[in-house]
């Protein structure tokens, strides 16, 4: 069949709402939310200690703690792990900014690594190099679902006495050698926004088995759980640690971490129907790559099942490879598929960020050089080149369409769209 591109009948003439509508929200989120509204509790923190509670069990952690967005989450799981003035932490060039960005906040600068072409994860062979004395933490990014090679990366955090930060906002769910993502490193910290795979608004969280980073994400950002005498709140002590405990009342942070219950309250429902989200999730992704197979030029970006899953698979990608397909760029490909009546689809990943003024050009805390070398004499900026694979991301993945439903017919269409264009490379403009 002749690709839409070329003159010939788009395989997707039209678009189901509800293979894609996401997050699902039912009358019992409704009722949830409106619940909190009609109560005036959206400051309290009984709900949310309740999502706390059911959360960690469901990621299989002591401890979990909500917070008012993702990247909160991260700058407090980094200032639990010691991540200070003149130091480091190391994190994979190409994630979301967020996963890097709240250790310049801290004083600190960001080594960046390499991420591996078939993981799109952190490459464990570009780690170890970067660590020194200054190295706090090691961030992991679960990049679009899929768990990092976590053994190897505790093992080389282990050798080096460095924490692990799991940045799980986007593999809620999913398994790593039977463990939950978020649950394997020192702490996980994650995004829960509206669009994310476990959606509960704006939101975020850590979730950690060690009661002393617990203790100093408390104190860092939700002063109201730390015990100190208040007249609107009971004595709510959550930290037992003498010298934290010195400051209670007062958060360390000097932010208010706090999730809004209406987001702990759609948190609760969600959790109720995630387990069967994500199973329909997993059919429909895993059903469009079965589809795919042996087509030339994409494979599935998913962990080998006896390694793992992929929880709820946001932002599926495609591994691209350009050299089966003549050289055609993911860009001309892209062009292609969306001609056929699919709209996501696009050069994938994230910009790498190592390329980012952000990182050794901003001066945060105006000391008149750029943070990253005002704690740091000898910081050294990560040129182009260096990091070659987060470098080719636009090149090497592809953004591919996300279904929420298992529905073979319509899943079946839009493989076919990606055929047409895999199978007439040589004739598109
Ligand atoms: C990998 C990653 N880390 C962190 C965040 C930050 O989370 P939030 O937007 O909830 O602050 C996001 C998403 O936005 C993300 O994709």
């Known amino acids: 069949m002749k690709p839409a591109i070329l003159g010939g009948a788009p395989a997707v003439s039209s678009e189901k709402e509800e293979l894609f ?3 699902i929200v039912t009358q019992e989120d409704i009722d949830a939310v409106t619940e909190v509204l009609r109560a005036g509790t959206m400051s309290g923190t009984t709900i949310t200690k309740e999502f706390e509670r059911r959360f960690a069990d469901f990621l299989g952690v002591r401890h979990a703690l909500g917070f008012c967005n993702g990247t909160a989450s991260l700058l407090a799981a980094m200032w639990a792990c010691g991540v200070g003035m003149g130091d480091e932490i190391i994190c994979p060039s190409m994630t979301y900014w967020a996963s890097a960005a709240p250790a310049l906040t801290l004083g600190a600068a960001v080594v960046f690594c390499d991420i591996h072409r078939e993981t799109l994860c952190i490459d464990p062979d570009d780690i170890e190099h970067r660590i020194n004395g200054r190295t706090r933490a090691i961030v992991v990014v679960h990049y679009a679902g899929r768990p990092a090679p ?12 460095v924490r692990v930060i799991e940045d799980n906002s986007h593999a809620h769910g999913a398994l790593y050698r039977g463990a939950r993502t978020g649950a394997v490193g ?16 704006e939101g975020g969280i850590i979730t950690t088995n060690d009661r002393t980073l617990y203790e100093r994400c408390v104190a860092f950002a939700h002063y109201e759980r730390t015990g100190a005498p208040s ?8 930290i037992t640690d003498p010298e934290l405990k010195t400051f209670a009342g007062i958060p360390l942070g000097a932010m208010k971490g706090r999730m809004n219950q209406t987001c702990s309250a759609m948190g609760l429902t969600q959790l109720k129907a995630f387990p069967r989200r994500m199973q329909d999730i997993q059919e429909g992704m895993n059903l469009f790559w079965e589809f795919l197979d042996g087509v030339p030029g994409l494979r599935p970006h998913r962990i080998p099942p006896d390694q793992g899953t992929m929880g709820a698979w946001y932002y599926p990608q495609g591994l691209y490879h350009a050299e089966e397909l003549g050289g055609t760029t993911a860009e001309d490909f892209s062009r292609a598929v969306n001609a056929e009546g699919v709209r996501w689809c696009f050069p994938g990943g994230n910009s790498p960020l190592h390329l980012h003024p952000y990182f050794f050009q901003s001066d945060i805390f105006r000391t008149g050089k750029p943070t990253v070398q005002a704690f740091h004499r000898d910081f050294r900026r990560q ?3 260096e990091l070659p ?4 991301i636009h090149e090497i993945a592809l953004a591919v369409p996300w279904f929420k439903r298992p529905d073979r017919p319509e ?4 493989a076919e769209a990606f055929t047409k264009v895999a199978e007439h490379f040589h004739r598109l403009p």
């Open 21 to 23: 509508h996401w997050p």
């Open 150 to 161: 976590m053994d190897r990366v505790m093992e080389i955090a282990r050798r080096h006495g």
């Open 186 to 201: 020192d702490i996980g910290a994650m995004s829960l926004m509206a669009g994310k795979g476990f959606p509960v608004g």
């Open 231 to 238: 007249r609107f709140n009971p004595p709510d002590a959550q």
């Open 383 to 385: 040129n182009p080149g």
């Open 389 to 392: 694979v987060s470098e080719s």
């Open 411 to 414: 899943i079946r269409r839009y």
